[in-house]
């Protein structure tokens, strides 16, 4: 039995997703992402499942990310239990690299997110001190982006807007 729990356990590490409970079914991914499949009849009801945060924050961009891991999962719905956590550790493990990068900016420049009926958007405030200048810059990030990251043509997707605060600069 002690064996059998230890393999359990490394295929949880291995995977990165942990079960809860059985009925309804409630798996965890990397101690932070919580789904949930209500069972019909022994079957799983993939259209129920919900997604949500083991530890709800409003801090920094984690609940927007989880908004557009959602609307991804709309956009290319999968058919089956297994592809539904499938594609939910893959379009979380790319939100969590966004999130990793965002935290980055967010050491360097003043940084804002939000989230909107087309996705998300990361707003940055830069100063160019040799031109006497300040710019945001907003990094606006859909579904389908989130679906292809880390390809070369996600990270091209990303839509980003310069505007000037203040200062003479192009």
């Known amino acids: 039995m002690i064996r059998l729990d230890a393999e359990l356990r490394a295929l949880q590490d291995l995977h990165g ?3 809860v409970r059985a009925n309804p079914l ?3 991914y990397a101690d ?6 209500p069972l019909v009849q022994g079957a799983a009801d993939i259209g129920g499942a919900s997604l949500g945060l083991l ?3 409003t801090d920094g961009p984690t609940a927007a990310l989880l908004d557009l891991t959602r609307r991804a999962l709309v956009k290319s719905p999968p058919a089956t239990l297994a592809a539904l956590v499938r594609s939910t550790g893959q379009l979380w ?4 690299h966004m999130r990793d990068e965002l935290n980055i900016l ?7 997110y939000a989230g909107d009926d087309k996705g998300f958007t990361a707003t940055a405030s830069v100063v160019i001190p040799k031109h006497r200048a300040k710019v945001r810059l907003a990094f606006a990030v859909g579904p389908g982006t989130l679906l292809a ?9 990303v839509r980003v807007r310069a505007t000037t605060v203040y200062g003479n600069i192009e």
């Open 149 to 157: 990251w880390p390809s070369v043509h996600a990270v091209t997707a």
């Open 55 to 57: 530890r709800p924050t």
């Open 93 to 96: 493990t790319a939100a969590r």
């Open 17 to 19: 997703w942990r079960m």
């Open 106 to 112: 967010k050491l360097y420049y003043p940084s804002e």
């Open 32 to 37: 932070e992402l919580e789904l949930t499949v």
């Open 26 to 28: 409630e798996i965890v």
